[in-house]
T-cell receptor, first 115, second 112 residues
Protein backbone atom coordinates (compact mmCIF):
# COMPACT_ATOMS: atom_id res chain seq x y z
CA UNK A 1 0.00 0.00 0.00
CA UNK A 2 0.92 3.65 -0.24
CA UNK A 3 3.28 5.03 2.34
CA UNK A 4 3.43 8.48 3.87
CA UNK A 5 3.67 11.14 1.19
CA UNK A 6 4.82 14.73 1.52
CA UNK A 7 4.68 17.71 -0.79
CA UNK A 8 6.47 19.57 -2.11
CA UNK A 9 9.67 17.55 -2.08
CA UNK A 10 11.70 20.74 -2.32
CA UNK A 11 10.78 24.33 -1.51
CA UNK A 12 12.91 27.43 -1.92
CA UNK A 13 11.51 30.61 -0.43
CA UNK A 14 12.65 34.09 0.39
CA UNK A 15 13.15 35.21 3.95
CA UNK A 16 9.96 36.65 5.36
CA UNK A 17 7.58 34.64 3.19
CA UNK A 18 5.11 32.07 4.53
CA UNK A 19 5.27 28.41 3.48
CA UNK A 20 2.93 25.45 3.76
CA UNK A 21 4.12 21.86 3.85
CA UNK A 22 1.72 18.99 3.35
CA UNK A 23 1.65 15.45 4.72
CA UNK A 24 -0.61 12.57 3.68
CA UNK A 25 -0.37 9.80 6.27
CA UNK A 26 -0.96 6.11 5.71
CA UNK A 27 -4.67 5.35 5.54
CA UNK A 28 -5.99 4.21 8.91
CA UNK A 29 -3.14 5.68 10.92
CA UNK A 30 -4.54 7.85 13.69
CA UNK A 31 -1.29 9.36 14.92
CA UNK A 32 0.71 11.90 12.91
CA UNK A 33 4.03 13.52 13.77
CA UNK A 34 6.14 16.33 12.36
CA UNK A 35 9.91 16.45 12.81
CA UNK A 36 12.63 18.57 11.29
CA UNK A 37 16.21 17.69 10.53
CA UNK A 38 18.86 20.32 10.03
CA UNK A 39 21.91 19.48 7.95
CA UNK A 40 23.99 16.80 9.64
CA UNK A 41 21.77 16.69 12.71
CA UNK A 42 19.33 14.23 14.22
CA UNK A 43 15.58 14.65 14.05
CA UNK A 44 13.87 17.27 16.20
CA UNK A 45 10.26 16.62 17.27
CA UNK A 46 7.86 19.45 16.39
CA UNK A 47 4.22 18.44 16.89
CA UNK A 48 2.01 15.38 17.32
CA UNK A 49 -1.65 14.70 16.46
CA UNK A 50 -3.72 11.81 17.76
CA UNK A 51 -7.28 11.46 16.56
CA UNK A 52 -9.45 14.34 17.71
CA UNK A 53 -7.35 15.13 20.75
CA UNK A 54 -5.61 18.48 21.16
CA UNK A 55 -2.19 18.27 19.49
CA UNK A 56 1.05 18.13 21.45
CA UNK A 57 2.76 21.32 20.29
CA UNK A 58 5.60 21.17 22.78
CA UNK A 59 8.29 20.91 20.11
CA UNK A 60 7.33 23.91 17.99
CA UNK A 61 10.32 26.28 18.10
CA UNK A 62 8.35 29.55 17.90
CA UNK A 63 4.89 30.95 17.32
CA UNK A 64 5.73 31.31 13.64
CA UNK A 65 5.18 27.56 13.37
CA UNK A 66 1.71 26.04 13.34
CA UNK A 67 0.09 22.86 12.11
CA UNK A 68 -3.34 21.50 11.56
CA UNK A 69 -4.82 18.19 10.67
CA UNK A 70 -8.11 18.18 8.82
CA UNK A 71 -10.55 15.31 9.09
CA UNK A 72 -8.06 13.23 10.99
CA UNK A 73 -6.00 12.65 7.87
CA UNK A 74 -4.00 15.22 5.88
CA UNK A 75 -1.83 17.62 7.85
CA UNK A 76 -0.33 20.98 6.94
CA UNK A 77 2.66 22.55 8.66
CA UNK A 78 2.79 26.32 8.20
CA UNK A 79 5.81 28.49 8.82
CA UNK A 80 5.16 32.22 8.82
CA UNK A 81 7.75 34.89 8.13
CA UNK A 82 10.41 32.30 7.36
CA UNK A 83 13.94 32.81 8.59
CA UNK A 84 17.17 31.32 7.30
CA UNK A 85 17.46 29.13 10.38
CA UNK A 86 14.21 27.44 9.31
CA UNK A 87 16.10 25.79 6.44
CA UNK A 88 15.92 22.05 7.06
CA UNK A 89 14.25 18.84 5.94
CA UNK A 90 10.77 18.58 7.43
CA UNK A 91 9.68 14.99 7.99
CA UNK A 92 6.22 13.66 8.64
CA UNK A 93 5.47 10.28 10.18
CA UNK A 94 2.32 8.35 11.00
CA UNK A 95 1.53 5.38 13.18
CA UNK A 96 -1.42 3.19 14.04
CA UNK A 97 -1.99 4.75 17.43
CA UNK A 98 -0.58 5.89 20.71
CA UNK A 99 0.26 2.50 22.15
CA UNK A 100 3.97 2.86 22.60
CA UNK A 101 4.89 -0.25 20.69
CA UNK A 102 3.54 1.09 17.41
CA UNK A 103 6.36 2.04 15.06
CA UNK A 104 6.31 5.24 13.07
CA UNK A 105 6.41 5.30 9.28
CA UNK A 106 8.21 8.28 7.81
CA UNK A 107 7.67 10.14 4.58
CA UNK A 108 10.51 11.25 2.30
CA UNK A 109 10.49 14.78 3.70
CA UNK A 110 10.30 18.29 2.32
CA UNK A 111 13.61 20.12 1.92
CA UNK A 112 13.03 23.77 2.77
CA UNK A 113 15.61 26.37 1.81
CA UNK A 114 15.15 29.95 2.96
CA UNK A 115 17.28 32.43 1.03
CA UNK B 1 18.11 16.16 25.30
CA UNK B 2 18.33 12.67 23.87
CA UNK B 3 17.91 9.91 26.41
CA UNK B 4 20.33 7.63 24.60
CA UNK B 5 24.06 7.61 23.95
CA UNK B 6 25.59 6.03 20.85
CA UNK B 7 29.04 6.06 19.25
CA UNK B 8 29.33 8.63 16.52
CA UNK B 9 30.54 6.24 13.85
CA UNK B 10 31.50 2.62 13.16
CA UNK B 11 32.90 0.61 10.29
CA UNK B 12 32.02 -2.98 9.47
CA UNK B 13 33.30 -5.35 6.80
CA UNK B 14 30.74 -6.59 4.30
CA UNK B 15 29.37 -9.99 5.30
CA UNK B 16 30.35 -9.61 8.93
CA UNK B 17 28.02 -8.90 11.82
CA UNK B 18 27.56 -5.26 12.74
CA UNK B 19 27.01 -4.69 16.47
CA UNK B 20 25.74 -1.23 17.32
CA UNK B 21 25.64 -0.34 21.03
CA UNK B 22 23.33 2.07 22.79
CA UNK B 23 23.25 3.29 26.39
CA UNK B 24 19.92 4.32 27.92
CA UNK B 25 20.72 4.32 31.62
CA UNK B 26 17.71 6.47 32.59
CA UNK B 27 15.11 4.33 30.85
CA UNK B 28 11.96 3.81 32.88
CA UNK B 29 10.27 0.47 33.38
CA UNK B 30 7.57 0.90 30.77
CA UNK B 31 9.57 2.57 28.02
CA UNK B 32 10.43 0.65 24.86
CA UNK B 33 13.72 0.76 22.98
CA UNK B 34 13.35 1.42 19.25
CA UNK B 35 15.90 1.29 16.47
CA UNK B 36 15.56 3.18 13.21
CA UNK B 37 17.97 3.81 10.40
CA UNK B 38 18.25 6.62 7.89
CA UNK B 39 19.84 6.05 4.55
CA UNK B 40 21.12 9.20 2.89
CA UNK B 41 18.37 11.59 1.77
CA UNK B 42 15.55 9.30 2.90
CA UNK B 43 13.19 9.33 5.85
CA UNK B 44 14.02 7.09 8.82
CA UNK B 45 13.06 3.43 8.53
CA UNK B 46 11.86 1.30 11.42
CA UNK B 47 14.09 -1.70 12.21
CA UNK B 48 13.05 -3.28 15.49
CA UNK B 49 11.88 -2.54 19.02
CA UNK B 50 11.80 -4.27 22.39
CA UNK B 51 10.93 -3.89 26.04
CA UNK B 52 12.77 -6.51 28.09
CA UNK B 53 13.30 -9.61 26.01
CA UNK B 54 15.66 -10.00 23.10
CA UNK B 55 13.93 -9.62 19.76
CA UNK B 56 14.69 -10.82 16.24
CA UNK B 57 13.11 -10.08 12.89
CA UNK B 58 14.10 -10.38 9.27
CA UNK B 59 16.29 -7.30 9.46
CA UNK B 60 18.09 -7.52 12.78
CA UNK B 61 18.33 -8.73 16.35
CA UNK B 62 18.00 -6.58 19.46
CA UNK B 63 19.77 -7.59 22.64
CA UNK B 64 18.68 -5.74 25.80
CA UNK B 65 20.65 -6.13 29.01
CA UNK B 66 18.88 -7.47 32.06
CA UNK B 67 18.98 -4.09 33.80
CA UNK B 68 17.71 -2.49 30.55
CA UNK B 69 20.35 0.23 30.73
CA UNK B 70 21.86 -0.66 27.40
CA UNK B 71 21.11 -2.54 24.22
CA UNK B 72 22.83 -3.74 21.06
CA UNK B 73 21.45 -3.87 17.55
CA UNK B 74 22.92 -6.70 15.52
CA UNK B 75 22.88 -6.83 11.73
CA UNK B 76 23.99 -10.45 11.24
CA UNK B 77 25.47 -10.16 7.74
CA UNK B 78 26.04 -6.53 6.86
CA UNK B 79 25.80 -5.49 3.22
CA UNK B 80 26.79 -2.27 1.49
CA UNK B 81 23.12 -1.26 1.51
CA UNK B 82 23.19 -1.23 5.31
CA UNK B 83 25.39 1.86 5.27
CA UNK B 84 23.25 4.41 7.11
CA UNK B 85 22.82 6.38 10.31
CA UNK B 86 21.31 4.18 13.02
CA UNK B 87 19.22 5.78 15.75
CA UNK B 88 18.48 4.22 19.12
CA UNK B 89 15.41 5.80 20.75
CA UNK B 90 13.46 5.27 23.93
CA UNK B 91 9.85 6.26 23.72
CA UNK B 92 9.05 9.35 25.73
CA UNK B 93 5.64 9.97 27.12
CA UNK B 94 4.31 13.37 28.03
CA UNK B 95 0.67 13.68 28.89
CA UNK B 96 -0.12 10.51 27.01
CA UNK B 97 1.73 11.29 23.79
CA UNK B 98 4.46 9.13 22.36
CA UNK B 99 7.05 11.26 20.68
CA UNK B 100 10.56 10.21 19.83
CA UNK B 101 13.63 12.07 20.97
CA UNK B 102 16.32 11.41 18.38
CA UNK B 103 19.99 11.74 19.15
CA UNK B 104 22.64 12.08 16.47
CA UNK B 105 22.86 8.31 15.97
CA UNK B 106 25.71 6.07 14.81
CA UNK B 107 26.94 6.45 11.28
CA UNK B 108 27.63 2.88 10.11
CA UNK B 109 29.81 2.41 7.08
CA UNK B 110 29.92 -1.07 5.57
CA UNK B 111 33.17 -1.64 3.73
CA UNK B 112 33.59 -3.88 0.68
Amino acid sequence: GAGVSQSPSNKVTEKGKDVELRCDPISGHTALYWYRQSLGQGLEFLIYFQGNSAPDKSGLPSDRFSAERTGGSVSTLTIQRTQQEDSAVYLCASSLGTVRSYEQYFGPGTRLTVT
Amino acid sequence: DAKTTQPTSMDCAEGRAANLPCNHSTISGNEYVYWYRQIHSQGPQYIIHGLKNNETNEMASLIITEDRKSSTLILPHATLRDTAVYYCIVSLTTSGTYKYIFGTGTRLKVLA
